[in-house]
DNA sequence: CAAGATTGATCTGTCAATCTTC
DNA sequence: GAAGATTGACAGATCAATCTTG
């Protein structure tokens, strides 16, 4: 991970408890450095396609794809915000400006005040409906048909295995 | 890529091309959202450790590191915002930060004044080398150690690619 | 005037309160 | 008082100039 001049000045570091790191070997840093790279400019690329055909972050689609495949297209906001990995106080902000156009509207829970719905309007729908094609055509373009079907699974069980690690360290204690 | 329920939409929508769209079969579906997650939630765990114990962002480490492979751990800005898969401005902003708090300092190019170099201090290489150990652990906890050696050649060479699809499409025309 | 680099305005996300409802 | 949700202040990235050098 970076740094080989790094490695070779921790390798005879004195203390800091550098002497128990184990390295990158060479195919798991080449791994490491494509991965990243691909998690950088992959995002970006969606984001701009998005942005440029639809108007919509990356984020603000997701949040509209999620609300359509509920009922009547409607969810808490809390639930809306751990589907979308985003944060209560992200998803707030958000929403607001989705509001703000007129894409979703907001209403307290009759039966307990303390949850909010965020409910997707019908020109809402009606925009994601027109963007989802545009979207998807990226996905495809950049993704799906570079991969084997081999290679889709692969990533399918790589990206599970590490967000298994990644919620284990979630709840500590 | 999301809604299913536009997916149903579109396919009886009129015009806009929505009829030559090749939705995702659900092997590529479960892969996009579990690769889509991963890609959110990754660098997050990965800026809290290095912010957490290192008081650096990840780009700000990368760029530490690339500086520390050079000789006289120097390189001209261009191609550390390359490197970094940052803009110029982006790295320019960055590089002011690290400079205010002595991890770098920069010098105009003595041979063609259009080059700045960008050069690390040997403070900033104590704080990189201090940084390592904590940001490598966290690189394999998450990553290294929850794949095969298949899977991480197979990370590789997917992220592979993908990368070559997303350089394929920067320089248009 | 083309390329490297910097700057300032703006937008978005985070963080730390705060508010409300149960 | 705990959980859902919102708010405002702040930090960082983007974008569109701008400046400089060759």
Same sequence: chains 1, 2.
Avoid at 55 to 77: F, G, K
Avoid at 109 to 125: L, S
Wanted: charge should be neutral.
């Amino acid at each position: 991970v970076g740094a080989p001049a790094a490695r070779r000045a921790a390798a005879t570091a004195p203390g800091a408890g550098a002497g128990d790191v184990r390295w990158l070997a060479p195919e798991e840093e080449s791994a490491w450095r494509a991965m990243m790279a691909m998690m950088v400019q992959l995002p970006w690329a969606l984001e701009c396609q998005l942005q440029r055909d639809a108007q919509l972050s990356v984020v603000e689609y997701h949040a509209l794809a999620m609300l359509s495949e509920r009922e009547n297209h409607t969810m808490r906001m809390s639930e809306l915000a751990a589907l979308t990995n985003a944060s209560l106080s992200r998803l707030s902000h958000l929403i607001k400006r989705l509001e703000a156009r007129g894409f979703v509207r907001r209403e307290p829970d009759p039966a307990d005040g303390r949850y909010t719905w965020a409910i997707m309007t019908d020109e809402g729908y009606r925009h994601l409906v027109a963007s989802a094609p545009g979207h998807l055509r990226e996905v495809r373009d950049l993704v799906m048909d570079a991969l084997t079907p081999e290679q889709v699974a692969a990533l399918r069980d790589i990206s599970g295995r590490v967000l298994a690690r990644l919620g284990r360290a979630e709840t500590p204690g």
